[in-house]
């Protein structure tokens, strides 16, 4: 079993910044891939961002160029740094880890962007 518990949400301006954390306990040597995904009301859960274990990275078309995702091995936890942040980005947002077998979720974490 894989543990996340995510950090750092809020409410922020737009044009501001937050950092999300997302912190993994158990058998993280399991894990293939983490990401972040995050599920707006009346939507569907959509990846924002993605890591690989080698650090390649992956982001959705509207987080290009303005979110990055990253990973400290040594803490067990991974990060979003989102800058320019815009209304439409509101959601809650959720750390995913995965394999060939089984998918893990962390519990969500509210980001609210004001116009």
């Known amino acids: 079993q894989v543990q996340l518990v995510e950090s750092g949400g809020g409410l922020v301006q737009a044009g501001g910044s937050l950092r999300l954390s997302c912190a993994a306990s158990?058998?993280?040597?399991?894990?293939?891939?983490m990401g972040w995904y995050r599920q707006a009301p009346g939507k569907q859960r959509e990846l924002v961002a993605a890591?690989?274990?080698?650090?390649?990275?992956n982001y959705a078309d509207s987080v290009k160029g303005r979110f990055t995702i990253s990973r400290d091995n040594a803490k067990n936890t991974m990060y979003l740094q989102m800058n320019s942040l815009k209304p439409e980005d509101t959601a809650v947002y959720y750390c995913?880890?995965?394999?060939?077998?089984?998918?893990?979720w962390g519990q969500g974490t509210q980001v609210t962007v004001s116009s």
């Open positions: 995913w880890a995965g394999n060939n077998y089984y998918d893990y």
């Open positions: 158990g058998r993280i040597s399991s894990i293939n891939v």
């Open positions: 890591i690989g274990t080698g650090g390649s990275t």
